[in-house]
């Protein structure tokens, strides 16, 4: 797949850190202008600078509340006005709060739905006209609690299913317009959010972080946590020549953590 990105233009949204930083580098080793997308200014020019030192076009950075309408809007409008294509967009932007279920808020669940979920139903209806015209892709980052809902991640796990079933509707939807389609759902990664979700979850239960990360672990009987680059590779070829006949489906990148049988 080396330089199969070549003059096309990626959006990924959350792309500063983690998870959605390692995307954004690994479509920019191919070769694609990336756009990174958050609401933290300096943490996306850290990002850009990173992204910078692997050669290819520089990042451009577009910093915003993607939990509002105005915020997608305007992301929007920068690319547009700026490149006038986008041939794969990346939500992965979203931040759910973990914790006892009775002690979490409305506005905890507002925040989650705002951002991840309609955050990404926003930017996919904005770019859609953009993608189609290239042929291109929509990827999203749900999550493992998707399929396997735990009592102290309520609200995660409902919106990643949510997230789940609308990419599986969306994707009827590109098979019309030459779209893929498709969720990725990432188990224990080692990243800043997990180690918040950790810190979250040690304050509900009153167990140490360390505790309560040999316990996933255990309990999953995964090795070890993934990497963030093993998800973006998968998001690469999903959005490859090669990865064109996988339509609306939902991947998990855990080490075999997801039970059942889907």
Known sequence: ???????KVVVVSGGSRGIGR???AAFA?????????SSDASKLD????????????????VAGDLRTLAGCEALFKQVNEKFKRCDVLVNNAG???????????DDAWLDGYALKMFGAVRLTRLFWPLIKAQEGSVVYIGGGAARTPDSDFLIGASVNAAMAAFSKGL??????????VNIIHPGATVTERTETLL???????????EELRTAMLTKSGIRRMGEPEEIAALAVFLCSKNGRHIQGT????????TPGSY
């Open 1 to 7: 797949m080396a330089g199969e990105f070549q003059g």
């Open 22 to 24: 390692a995307i954004a």
């Open 29 to 37: 080793k191919e070769g694609a202008q990336t756009v990174l997308a």
């Open 46 to 61: 850290a990002a850009a600078k990173e992204l910078g030192k692997a050669g290819g076009p520089a990042p451009f950075t």
């Open 95 to 105: 931040a759910t709060r973990a914790g006892n279920f009775a002690d979490l808020p």
């Open 171 to 180: 994707s009827r939807m590109g098979m019309r317009d030459n779209v893929t």
């Open 199 to 209: 810190k979250q979850r040690s304050e509900a239960s009153g167990k140490s972080v």
């Open 250 to 257: 939902a991947i998990a990148v855990d080490g075999g953590q």
